[in-house]
């Protein structure tokens, strides 16, 4: 059985959940042919103090944006993450250089922008020579270190992914726009709407608004959820309101014990993401891209309430000017939006479009590239 390690860090949702996608991709593409293992590297295979750096990523977006914005512009710089990179490798060498030694890998997946430089290091100077692929998990911003040269294939969601791919020194040859990887649910036959309001206690002809605020319940997802039922409730027409709190557990107890104008769902984190999207009329969001690529693949019209700034910031572009949904701040504009959207004839052709932007099979595709790529140049067992 040949082996594949996928490189990724728990910074934010969205690197495990493509990093699922690919593995459950390969399970189901070539059942039995490959080991695939995930592992955290910076959380699992760096020295302490830096193996504590992924944990303070929720807090700081939470919390402090300002200085997270600020470390973003730092490290855009290529020669100042170029000059901490090397001073890092030093001290982590060892400790990642166990983690090729532990799962001899015939082949390297990375999903994190951080990954690509120092394990390209590590293989040159330490390891057999194995191939290593990209796979990129940002829609429409991209962090340099994303794109390395010495990557044999740079796989993308977005034409501005491929574009920004070659200028910085990626060929042709080596950048593959074949959509974000999002869990195979997303590309198994999805049932109908009222079939989907059905299994989840919903009402069937209710016009149905989706609010979540990515993996980590993020940003103002109790006012913006209050000020959209409110608006809703005001139609006078049937409506219903879903929040999905991701693992905010003080979210989900506050929305769960307040009083609402109208019918409303509050959960914590859910496993079955693409039931809640397939029920739905719309969805609100902040910018991530795993819930932007999943909404598309369902057809739902997205209403941008906010985004991490770099690496979410061109995702509102990307929604806007593809005409599948808008982008508002305050909750009151956010809730009129909404309110619009429930009583207008838009809706039914954001719709359209995003299902025309979807790529549900896009982890399959990803996988069927890398075996391709494998039995061409991949290292015997
Ligand atoms: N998600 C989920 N259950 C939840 C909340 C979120 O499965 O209760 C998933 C969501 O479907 C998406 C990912 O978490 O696949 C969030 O990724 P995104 O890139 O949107 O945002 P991030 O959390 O990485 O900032």
């Known amino acids: 059985m040949r082996r594949i390690l996928i490189l990724m860090s728990d910074t934010g949702g969205g690197h495990r959940a493509s990093a699922e996608a690919l593995q459950s991709a390969f399970a189901t593409r070539f059942p039995g042919r490959f080991q695939v293992e995930i592992v955290d590297l910076w959380t699992d295979y760096t020295p302490w103090p830096i193996n504590r750096l992924p944990r303070l990523y929720s807090p700081l977006v939470a919390r402090a944006l300002w200085l997270w914005k600020l470390l973003w512009l730092i490290f855009e710089n290529e020669r100042a993450l170029s000059a901490v990179l090397r001073l890092v490798y030093p001290l982590c060498r060892k400790e990642m250089a166990r983690a090729l030694q532990m799962h001899r890998p015939h082949l390297i997946i990375s999903v994190h922008p951080l990954m690509q430089q120092l394990f390209l290091w590590l293989i040159e100077k330490e390891g057999p020579p194995t191939p290593f692929v990209t796979v990129v998990t940002d829609l429409a911003s991209f962090h340099h270190g994303w794109f390395h040269t010495r990557a044999q294939r740079c796989f993308v969601a977005s034409e501005t992914a491929a574009n920004a791919a070659r200028r910085h020194g990626l060929q042709l040859h080596q950048i593959r726009l074949l959509g974000l990887p999002v869990r195979s649910a997303f590309a198994q036959t999805l049932p109908d709407r009222a079939t989907a309001r059905a299994s989840l206690g919903l009402t069937g002809a209710a016009f149905t608004a989706l609010l979540v605020?990515?993996?980590?319940?993020?940003?103002?997802?109790?006012?913006?959820?209050?000020?959209?039922?409110?608006?809703?409730?005001?139609?006078?027409?049937?409506?219903?309101?879903?929040?999905?709190?991701?693992?905010?557990?003080?979210?989900?107890?506050?929305?769960?014990?307040?009083?609402?104008?109208?019918?409303?769902?509050?959960?914590?984190?859910?496993?079955?993401?693409?039931?809640?999207?397939?029920?739905?009329?719309?969805?609100?969001?902040?910018?991530?891209?795993?819930?932007?690529?999943?909404?598309?693949?369902?057809?739902?019209?997205?209403?941008?309430?906010?985004?991490?700034?770099?690496?979410?910031?061109?995702?509102?572009?990307?929604?806007?000017?593809?005409?599948?949904?808008?982008?508002?701040?305050?909750?009151?504009?956010?809730?009129?939006?909404?309110?619009?959207w429930a009583s207008g004839d838009e809706l039914e052709r954001m719709a359209a479009r995003a299902r025309r932007l979807g790529r549900p099979r896009a982890a399959y595709d990803i996988v069927d590239e890398i075996v391709g790529l494998m039995e061409g140049e991949g290292r015997p067992e």
């Open 213 to 340: 605020g990515g993996g980590e319940g993020m940003g103002p997802v109790a006012a913006i959820a209050h000020a959209v039922a409110h608006r809703l409730a005001a139609t006078g027409t049937e409506v219903q309101l879903i929040v999905i709190c991701g693992r905010n557990r003080r979210l989900r107890r506050a929305l769960q014990r307040a009083e609402w104008p109208l019918p409303v769902q509050v959960h914590g984190y859910v496993d079955n993401m693409q039931a809640w999207m397939t029920a739905a009329d719309c969805i609100v969001t902040k910018a991530g891209p795993g819930t932007i690529a999943e909404a598309l693949i369902c057809g739902l019209p997205i209403l941008l309430s906010g985004f991490i700034p770099g690496q979410e910031e061109g995702n509102v572009p990307f929604v806007v000017e593809n005409r599948v949904g808008a982008y508002c701040e305050s909750p009151r504009a956010i809730a009129e939006t909404v309110g619009e």
